[in-house]
């Protein structure tokens, strides 16, 4: 069964400094997702993709973010200067479309120091 | 402001019993829901789906009602399996929610602890 997957599973950063998440979505799937969850608390949206561009955003996504398909089959969240807030669960996932379910991958357990 | 909720955050059941997971939503043009279960660090896995043109949907030992009415949707899980012990989140998606066009908005999760 085809699934989203993530790299890596477990990042450690120092406060400042710049990360990418990896993902790589469904391959028959056109739109991409990043969420996010804080320890303990619900998972939040953070940005859509879909057709090379970013479709929806929400308020987290900041200017520190931002999102790219650098080739056909990764998807990657940047996040450029980290802050001790960032420190979270990324989730990535993918869907048919903007009407369809989405598919979540693992997720990757961010933490800065 | 738009929201996903869950009533309860613990749900304890006995193995083989009936499980009703609840949650309220108040954003009106919410038209498509989704039941997430995520079990310990996991993803969310889907379960099952209903859009606002039901009230009723079932796969395989799961039932989602929505009660659009009261906007109120339920998860029920039949027979429950010690595997069925996981975080269990609704999810909602529709214009001009939280998320925007595309994006989910989750309910903080109910956990469920199946008893032997």
């Known amino acids: 069964e085809p699934e989203v997957t993530q790299t890596p599973s477990h990042q450690v950063t120092q406060m400042g400094q710049e990360v990418i998440l990896r993902c790589v979505p469904i391959s028959n799937h056109l739109y991409f997702y990043w969420y996010r969850q804080i320890l303990g608390q619900k998972v939040e949206f953070l940005v859509s993709f879909y057709n090379n561009e970013i479709s929806e955003k929400s308020e987290i996504f900041d200017d520190q973010f931002s999102v790219e398909r650098p080739d056909g089959s990764n998807f990657t969240l940047k996040i450029r200067s980290t802050k001790l807030e960032d420190s979270a669960m990324y989730f990535c996932?993918?869907?048919?479309?903007?009407?369809?379910?989405?598919?979540f991958g693992p997720g990757t357990r961010l933490l800065v120091l | 402001g738009e929201s996903v909720g869950l009533h309860l955050p613990t749900l304890s059941v006995q193995e083989g019993d009936n499980s009703i997971i609840n949650c309220a939503y108040s954003?009106?043009?919410?038209?498509?829901f989704i039941w997430y279960k995520q079990e310990s660090g996991k993803g969310p896995q889907f379960i099952i789906d209903i859009r606002s043109n039901m009230d009723k949907r079932q796969g395989q030992r799961v039932t989602v009602l929505l009660n659009k009415t009261v906007k109120h949707l339920s998860l029920q899980i039949a027979a429950t399996q010690p595997g069925d012990s996981a975080v269990y989140f609704c999810?909602?998606?529709?214009?001009?929610?939280?998320?925007?066009?595309?994006?989910?908005?989750f309910g903080k999760g109910t956990h469920l602890i199946i008893q032997p």
């Open positions: 996932a993918s869907s048919t479309s903007s009407q369809e379910t989405q598919y």
């Open positions: 999810a909602e998606k529709g214009m001009d929610s939280g998320g925007g066009a595309d994006g989910l908005t």
């Open positions: 954003n009106s043009a919410s038209d498509y």
